[in-house]
């Protein structure tokens, strides 16, 4: 059933291709024959780097009691010299802005309170739609095992009433709520997750059954009985713990209204885990987003592509920014794992969708407690579409290939 699924989604034109060239040949190619707008190449290739483990690592290691699977170093495409600066970034919240968006904010006090990040399941399908995605500045996506995903959503500029539905936390959870400077909403977790967060974020950690509602709220929906988050709750109840004020500095990205150059045309990504696990964003010229849909497994067995809608108010799940990170996936087992952020390493691959058009970057992390910053080929900042932006992160030797002028597939891999 499943093949003539996919033989049903390729008569509708929707067909899933797996990519079969990696992003170094792609790059490499498009020098040659590639639009207009291309990065600087050169064939000079970057120097290793190499890092301790950082605390988060450290934590891991002890609770799980076991040495992680050794994973490669990634290999970076060859480009000029990247040395970003600290300097560079600006700090929006000091103008008023909301430093993940770019954008103005209807409550300046929110932008000197920590963010609140809240853990979602995207499987089985019958916990689709999720609540609230549309609310977020930030949503990171990441590999969880069985060629499925999660996501963790980041409210800063503004609050949601309904979040989820609530998914235990990974170990990336608590590194992205570092880098966040956050406080975390999970469903539960394992003996070894559990062990990492009250080491790593001691009260900035709220546990389904720990949290009242209406902080945390038990509904019955279409997959039953599941858990939402009320993020302006969960504030109130960390700020009842702790109530001097808080000092966060979540600056890193930068904003540019227009796009001067671009690198290629980017109508479309899918980014498929397995034939039956796929996510597909979509330019829509209209409202200048990208928008969300996803596999859809019907009653008979047959898989297609739905789009997504906001299970609230039914409004379909688009955003500004779509950024792929490739990252090395660290594996303590077949379903516990981490990413290693290189901390201080500059020269990490990164694409980003935005306006209907693709950019070549990079990505780094100066630090365990700063948020990510994106660079171009020279090593400048560059430069998101003011607004809300989807993150995911893709193992070092996940395939990339552009099927068709602006259609742009990413097969995943582990490493």
């Known amino acids: 059933m499943l093949e003539s699924g996919i033989m049903q989604a390729k008569i509708r034109g929707r067909f899933l291709r797996l990519a079969g060239l990696s992003l170094v040949l792609i790059l490499l190619i498009s020098a040659c024959a590639g639009p207009k707008h291309l990065p600087q190449i050169t064939p000079a290739a970057l120097p290793e780097f190499t890092a301790s483990p950082n605390p988060i690592q450290r934590q891991t290691m002890a609770a799980a009691n076991a040495t992680p699977t050794p994973v490669p170093s990634p290999t970076p495409w060859p480009v000029a010299t990247a040395t970003p600066s600290s300097i560079l970034i600006k700090d929006l919240a000091a103008e008023g802005l909301n430093p993940l968006t770019g954008l103005p904010v209807d409550d300046q006090t929110l932008l ?21 995605l549309n609310q977020a500045d930030l949503v990171f996506e990441y590999y969880i095992g069985a060629q499925a995903n999660h996501f963790l959503a980041v409210y800063h500029g503004q609050d949601s009433e309904q979040v989820g539905p609530l998914a235990p936390a990974r170990i990336l959870d608590a ?39 209406p902080a945390m709220c038990n509904l019955t929906d279409g997959g039953g009985e599941n858990t939402y988050v009320n993020t302006s709750a969960v504030r109130q109840l960390y700020r009842a713990e702790n109530p001097e004020s808080d000092i966060v500095n979540l600056s890193g990205l930068n904003f540019a209204s227009r796009l001067s150059q671009w690198d290629a045309e980017a109508q479309q990504l899918s980014y498929l885990y397995a034939d039956f696990s796929v996510m597909q964003w979509d330019y829509d010229p209209q409202s200048g987003q990208y928008q969300l849909s996803q596999d859809y497994a019907a009653p008979d067995g047959s898989i297609s592509i739905a789009p997504s809608y906001d299970r609230v108010d039914g409004t379909p799940i688009a955003f500004d920014n779509i950024i792929v990170l490739f990252a090395s996936y660290i594996e303590y087992g077949t379903s516990l794992y981490d990413i290693d952020f290189r901390e201080g390493d500059p020269h990490q691959p990164a694409l980003v969708l935005r306006d209907g058009k693709l950019l070549y970057g990079t ?3 100066p630090d365990p407690f700063t948020p990510i910053q994106l660079m171009d080929t020279s090593g400048k900042p560059l430069a998101l579409k003011p607004g809300r932006s989807w993150i995911v992160f893709a193992g070092t030797k996940s395939s990339t290939s552009e099927v068709e002028l602006g259609i742009w597939e990413i097969t995943f891999s582990l490493n």
């Open 112 to 132: 000197q309170q920590r963010p609140v990040l809240v853990k979602i399941a995207n499987w089985p399908q019958g916990l689709r739609p999720a609540a609230g």
């Open 175 to 213: 590194r992205l709520s570092e880098h966040y400077q956050g406080i975390l909403a999970y469903a539960s977790a394992d003996n070894t997750v559990e062990k990492v967060l009250s080491e790593v974020l001691p009260g900035r950690a709220f546990l389904r059954g720990f949290t009242p509602c």
């Open 363 to 365: 990505w780094m992390t």
